[in-house]
C-alpha cells in the first residue's frame, strides 16, 4: 500500500516544481478484490490495485485540477505543469479562498474511531471463495440458485496543500451481496462493514433464501396506496435522494427542494437526522475535499430542517447572500468536494435519530391490518425535483401483510412517492442500523413503517 | 508495449493459465464545466495501466494495476492466475470460448480535429458564451454547461495471437437552464439532458450542433414550461422525439438483450431479462415497422458504441435484433455465445477501462428509420389527438426491463394534427411488448440520430459505459399517461 511518508514525499516534489500561488495534492487509491457468483458458480473474479495524485493549482484567484497515476519525476513534473498551464487560462473567481492551513479554527476535535482492519486487508482469494461455497451451500439446501458478490478492499486517501495542511486516511471496507432466486420469485441481502469479522455471509444467505421461498408463486394485488414497512436498506434507497439538497449551494443555485423550506416543519415530528462521520456504525474520510474536518451537523431536528452543510467558499457565499437569514447557521462544516466543482457539498456520513419507541419489523408486520413487506427498491429517479416525487421498483421480496400477518409474496410494484409525503407518514420505526443499497451511500437507518404509500402500477413478476 | 503483453502472457501460461489476454490502456480526459457565468470545473486527467484476464483451471481470474514495471506485471498476472484457481473452487463446468481467429490490427476512430488540440480558453469561451446566452432569459435562475473530451489508446494481446491497437475519440457537449419559482422547479436541456450529445467524434460534434443558436430557445422554454398547463392524464396517442425514443431503446431493448442478464449473471445488481431464451426468434417484440439492431461497425456512425474489435478481440458487427417486429438477436460474448447456438461472439464485450473486466455491454442498439418520407411535422400533422413529448427528465425500468416509465421534460398537445399548447411534467408508462407493438409510425433518415448514453452502469464493481442509439421521431398508440404523478 502507498504510505503516508511516500505520498509526502510526492507532495514535496511537486511543491518543489510547481511555481503557484498554492498548490493543493490529493493522493488516493489502494487494493480491492471482488469475487462475483451467479448460477451457483463463480463467474467472474477481480482485483486491482491502482493509485492517483490530483494536483490543484492556484495563480491570483485561477484553479484548475490534473490528475494522473503515474508517479515518475517526468510525470509528476507534466502533471503540475498541466495542472498551471489549465489555471492560468481560468477566469478568476471572486469566492475562490486561500487554502486552508493546518491550524485554522475549523479544525474539528472530534474522534473518529480506526475503520481499517487487517483482517479485511488480508482477505485471499481462498477466503472469499469459501465464503461464496457457503452461500450457494445454503442456496442448494433450499432448491436456489445464488448470485452476488463477496468482496474486500484497503483504501489510502491523502491531501497535503503549499499551507502546511496534511491529512491521511486509510480504511478497510468488506461486502456481501447474495440474491437468491427461484422460478418465480427472489429474495436479498447485503451488508458492508470495515471488519470483515463483522460480516455473516451464512446468515445473510438464510434471509434471501427465506424471502425467496416464501415469496413463491406471487400473488397479483392492485396498486394503490398501502401501509408499507419498509426494511433498511428499501428506506436507504430511497433518502438517499434528498441529501445533495442539503448542501448550501444547492440552495444558492435555487435547485433544491429545500428552496424556502428551511427551518419550516416538513417532515412528521419523529424525523432525527444528522450527518456525523465519527459515528462507530459509519465509515469513510474524516475531512473534506480540501481537507477541512467534517463537523457531526444536527440537519433534521423534529422534522424541521435546522442546519445545511458548507464548503468553505459556499459559507461566505452565503453570509453575503439574500438567503443568509433563512438558512439557520451558516458556517464551514467540512463537507465540501475537492475543488474546482459545481455541486459544492453534501453531508455524505448520514445517521437517522433512534426512535423513543423503537419497533422491529417483525413488530410492524404484528400491528399492520393491512399492507406491503418491502425487501429492497431499484431503479429509483426522481420525476419531481421540488415536491421529490420519486419513481421505482419494490424488488427481491415483496409481501403482502393483512391481520398482523405475512400472507404470501406478490408481483412488484411501481411506486411514484413524494419524500416529503413519505417522512410525514412514518408510523413507526425500528433502532438504526448501518445499511447498503445500491441507489445510494451507504447510511445508519432504520426500518420504516409508513401509511399511504403511492403504489402506481404492478409488474408481471 | 510489446515487452508489457509478453511479461503478462508469458507469467500467465507459466502459471497454468490455458487462456489469457492482457489490455494496455493510455486514456486522456478534458472535463469542463460552467454554471451561472463561472467556470465550474476544469480538470485534465490521464491514466495508464492494464488488465490480465485468464482461464485456469476452467475459471476465470482478473487482475490489474497501474505497475508497469516487470515485476509489477508478472506479480500482477500471477495474482490473474491465482484469482482463476480459487474461483475454481465453486464451479460445475470449464469456461469455454467460441473459436476467433486472432489478428494483428490497427484502427483509430475518424476524427477532423483532435479535440485535445483545441485551446481550453477556446472551449470556455464558448461555453460561457452559452452559460450568458441562458442567463438573459428572464426567469432563468440557473444555468449549467459542459464540454468533455477522451481519448483511449488500448493494446489488446492474446495467448491465442491476437494483437489489436486501438485508439477511441470522444466528445461530449450539452447545456441545461433550470427556472425555479414558486413550488416548481422545471428545466430544459439542449441538445440532450444528462450532458447533451455524445459521439466517437473529434471537436467537430460542437460545431456541428448549433450550440448558442438554441440556447435563448432553450431558456425561454424553461421559463415557458412554469406556467404551462398539466400534462393530463389517461390513455393517449404519443409522438416521442428522436432523443427520447433512444433512451427508451436503451432500456426496453437494449438491457434485455444482453445475454448476461438473460442467463442470470448479473442477477444480483442489474437484474435479469424477461427475454429467456425460448423467446428467440419467436416473440413479436414489437409491430412490423420496428427493426432494430446491434451494429458496433463504422459505417453504422460515430455511436459510443462503434469500434474495430471488442475487449476480447472480436471484430465488430451488426446483429439484426428486431426485424419487422420479431425478436431475432441477443448480445452475446466468447463465453456465451454457445447457449443460443451460435458459433461465434457477437462481438460485444467491453470494459470501462483497462482495470475492469470486460463484460457484455451495448454497442450501438439502433432502431432503423422508416423508409418512407416521413418528417417529424409531417407525424405530428398525421395525429389527431396526442402528446408530442421531448427530452428525457427521469427513466425507471423494472429489474427484468418490462414495466417501464419515463417523464419528458416538455410535452406539447397534439390536436387535429396541429401543435398546440405547451405541457409541463409529462410522463408515460407501460409495459415493454405492448409498447413497442403499438408503435404506428417512425420518421424517416433525415430525422434520425445517432444518440450517445455516456454513463450506462453495469457491473459488480459498476462499471460506466457509452452506449450508441439511433433513433428518429416515432408515434405510439393508446399509451398511459401521466401515472408519474398519480396521487401526489
Redesign the interface.
Known sequence: MLSRDRAADIFERIRKHSTADEVEVLVYGGR?????????????????????V?VRTVFGGR????????FDADSLRR?VD??ES??K???P?P?LLPMPGQSEDVRATQAVPSRHFEQTAKV???L???G??RI?SIATRHKL?A???F?ASESVEGIFNSRGLSDWHTQTSAEV???M?ADDS?G?QKANCPDVNQLDAGNLAEIAARKAVESAKPHEIPAG?YTVILEPAAVLDMVGFMFFDFGGLSIL???SFL?NRVGKQIFGSNIEIWDDVAHPLQSGTPFDGEGVPRQRVHLVENGIVKRLVYARATAEKMKHSEHKDKVGPVASTGHGFPL???LGEAPMNIVFGAPANPKTVDQMIASTERGVLVTRL??????????K?L???T??GTFYVENGKVQYGIR?F?F???LL?MLSHVEAMGTPVRASG?ESFDMVVPPMKITDF?F?????? | MKDIASWALNTATQRGASYADARIADDRHRAL?T??G????????????F?VRVIADG?????????LSRAGVEA?AA??V??????A????NDVKLAPEKAVTAEWTSPYQIDPFTT???QN?ELL?KIDSELRSVPGV??A?TNMNFRREEQWFVSSEGADIHQTKYTTGVGYAA?A?AG???Q?RSYPNSYGGQWQNKGYELISDLALLENARRVGEEAVLLLKADKCPEGSFDIILDSSQLALQIHESVGHPIELDRV???????A??S?LTLDKLRTLRYGSDLVNIVADARQEHGPGLGTFAFDDEGVPAQCTPIISNGLFTGYLSSRETAHTISANRSGGTLRAESC???P?IRMTNISILAGEKPLAREQLIASTDDGIYMETN????????R??F?F?CEAGWEIKNGKRTRMLK?P?Y?G?TVAFWNSMDAICSRDEWVLWGTPHCGKG??QQVMGTGHGAAPARFRAVKVG??????
Open positions: 480491492s478484490a471482488l469475487t462475483r457468483f451467479a448460477n451457483n458458480i463463480i463467474h467472474q473474479n477481480v482485483a486491482e490495485e491502482n493509485y492517483g490530483s484553479t484548475a485540477r490534473a490528475t494522473t497515476n503515474k502533471v498541466t495542472s489549465l489555471a487560462v481560468q477566469h473567481d469566492d485471499t482469494p481462498e472469499r471463495a469459501e461464496v461455497k450457494v440458485t448470485a452476488g458478490i468482496s451481496s447474495v440474491t432466486l427472489s436479498w396506496k443555485d435555487q435547485r428552496n474546482p466543482n459545481e431499484w431503479y429509483i429517479r426522481e420525476v419531481d425535483p421540488y415536491e416525487i419513481t421505482g421498483m424488488r427481491d412488484n411501481r411514484n412517492e413524494s409525503h445500491e403511492n402506481t402500477e404492478v409488474t408481471k413478476f | 464545466s454554471k451561472n463561472k467556470v465550474g470545473n476544469a480538470a485534465v486527467s490521464e491514466s495508464f495501466g488488465g475459471a476465470w481470474g482478473f487482475a490489474a494495476s497501474d505497475d500482477t495474482r490473474a491465482e484469482i482463476a484457481k480459487a474461483s473452487r465453486v464451479k460445475q485551446s481550453v480558453e470556455l460561457l435562475t440557473l449549467e433550470y425555479f413550488t416548481e422547479i428545466k442467463l442470470g449473471m448479473e442477477a444480483n445488481f437484474g435479469t424477461f482495470n475492469r473486466l463484460i427528465r427521469s427513466w425507471s425500468i423494472d429489474d427484468k418490462y414495466n416509465q417523464g411534467n410522463s408508462s409495459l459488480q464493481p401515472s408519474a404523478y398519480k396521487g401526489n
